[in-house]
């Protein structure tokens, strides 16, 4: 069974930073990867999608990489911004027989100091 | 564009009650759709997947009984939480993809907040 673990859970940095977040997926047999900002009580906005067969995506100050055989993605933030505090969500789609949603992990809550 | 809707945007019932959350996608057609709960300060988890006509196929532990699931047409699908309970309040989260194939993407709604008295 898919298992996603985001890693710190929780983080709070000044303004203007540069951060990364960290997420693992112990099945590497994935069709994509995917990066979600969730605010309190709200649904998800879609922020990275990252094929299997690619290696990093980039929009504006977010860039993920994947490393497909390693179970890893990374979703570096450049020059945050308050404005991007809220709970960060890693999913994966997986690629074999059964499930065909979404795997999540449990998120990384970010916070930018002004 | 890719834009998934969902109605109500939160409801309160009283216990044994049952209530009916709507997932639509307004732009494309979605061969399937994806019922996901979120319960506080936790994850969002698959519920069960549907694709339109045929019957849903339930994640382990939920019961398919209690939580019904109708994709009747490529552009709406619902789902009724039957003879709720206060457990069952949480946040309902639906998503749509218009295609199987692996570079077809997920479009989630803005979820539906359950609070069951």
């Known amino acids: 069974k898919q298992e996603v673990t985001q890693i710190p859970a929780a983080l709070s940095v000044p303004e203007g930073e540069n951060l990364v977040l960290n997420c693992s997926f112990t099945?590497?047999?994935?069709?994509?990867l995917q990066w979600f900002r969730q605010d309190p009580g709200k649904g998800l906005t879609s922020l990275l999608l990252?094929?299997?067969?690619?290696r990093e995506q980039t929009s504006g100050r977010l860039n993920a990489s994947l490393d497909k055989s390693s179970g890893r993605s990374t979703l570096y933030i450049a020059a945050s911004q308050p404005g991007d505090s809220a709970t960060y969500l890693c999913?994966?789609?997986?690629?074999?027989?059964?499930?065909?949603?979404?795997?999540f992990g449990k998120g990384t809550h970010l916070i930018i100091q002004p | 564009g890719a834009v998934v809707s969902q109605h109500p945007s939160w409801v309160i019932c009283k216990s044994g009650t049952s209530v009916k959350i709507e997932c639509r996608s307004l732009d494309f057609q979605a061969t399937t759709m994806f019922w996901y709960r979120q319960f506080p300060k936790q994850s969002l988890m698959l519920m069960a997947t549907s694709n339109e006509g045929s019957k849903a196929t339930y994640e382990q532990g939920v019961e398919k009984d209690k939580f019904l699931i109708n994709h009747a047409s490529l552009t709406l699908s619902t789902l009724t939480v039957t003879s709720a309970h206060p457990e069952d309040s949480s946040f309902y989260i639906c998503?749509?993809?218009?295609?199987?194939?692996?570079?077809?993407?997920?479009?989630f709604g803005p979820g539906t907040r359950l609070t069951v008295t």
């Open positions: 099945d590497s047999a994935i069709y994509n």
């Open positions: 998503s749509a993809r218009g295609g199987s194939g692996g570079s077809y993407e997920q479009y």
């Open positions: 990252i094929q299997s067969s690619q």
């Open positions: 999913a994966v789609r997986h690629s074999g027989g059964g499930a065909d949603g979404l795997t």
